[in-house]
């Protein structure tokens, strides 16, 4: 059962974004880290991002890492290299495990655009394999731009196969949301939420979680970096009350 932390969700929050700042060159298009929007890299363009998420618990804290190189294949379709996802879980009465997860890959399609037609459109695909997951997850992305504020959501539907022999069949409907505004050409500040519901052999649905919290973007020439802090309001026992998520990377 996940409860609050001993570390709050701000304190943390405060902690990442002082380490950042100092250093901070950031640059690119991501101002969510739960949320995709329908822009994507230009023809050419390499993009490589590092993942970080923390996950609090009663017992245990996880954190987990992803190490993404991204390729605009044309200025509409961007193709992305998941090569590693792995978690350390650390229990608060001593010792800590460290576990690879998966590799993948993924393809973004850009339809139409924020700034020029009337919605941001966009499809997303993505599969990930690993000694305990097979995964695949497909996802519509849509964008409106008012000036410097963006919204974005994104309608997500995932199957999963877990287990040693992929033996769990599980499927996952998600939809998130964001809003970001940009105060100075190197900062946005905004929100995201995120509501989801698992299907146990896509029969059996489980309860639906919901999630919501503030967001913060910097970027400056190259580089840039993105935290979002989410809170659970559904009360679900065996979802975390509340995590963290840091990307930040540079293009080249």
Not at 26 to 39: C, H, K, P, Q, V
């Amino acid at each position: 059962m996940f409860a609050t932390s001993r570390i709050s969700i701000t304190t943390a929050c405060a902690l990442v974004v002082a380490l950042i700042v100092p250093h901070a060159v950031l640059a690119a298009e991501r101002r969510f880290t739960y949320s995709y929007e329908t822009t994507t890299a230009p023809k050419g363009a390499w993009e490589l991002e590092q993942w970080f998420t923390w996950k609090g618990a009663n017992d245990e804290d996880a954190f987990t890492f992803r190490h993404e190189l991204e390729y605009g294949l044309s200025d509409s379709l961007q193709l992305g290299f998941y090569l590693s996802d792995w978690q350390l879980t650390r229990p608060h009465n001593g010792g800590s495990e460290t576990e690879w997860s998966s590799a993948g890959a993924e393809v973004i399609y850009s339809m139409s655009y924020p700034t020029k037609d009337s919605v941001g459109s966009a499809l997303y695909g993505e599969f990930k394999i690993g000694p305990e997951v097979f995964a695949f997850e497909s996802k519509l992305l849509l964008q409106k731009n008012f000036g410097p504020l963006t919204l974005v959501y994104n309608f997500v539907l995932e199957a999963e196969w877990e287990g040693d022999h992929y033996e769990e069949d599980v499927g996952v409907i998600e939809n998130t949301v964001g809003l970001s505004y940009q105060f100075t050409p190197g900062l946005f500040l905004g929100a995201e939420a995120m509501h989801e519901v698992e299907f146990e052999g896509w029969q059996d649905a489980g309860p639906h979680v919901v999630g919501a919290g503030p967001n913060i973007s910097f970027r400056k020439g190259s580089f840039f970096a993105t935290v979002t802090g989410l809170f659970q309001f559904s009360n679900v026992d065996d979802e975390p009350d509340h995590q963290i998520r840091l990307i930040a990377g540079f293009h080249f």
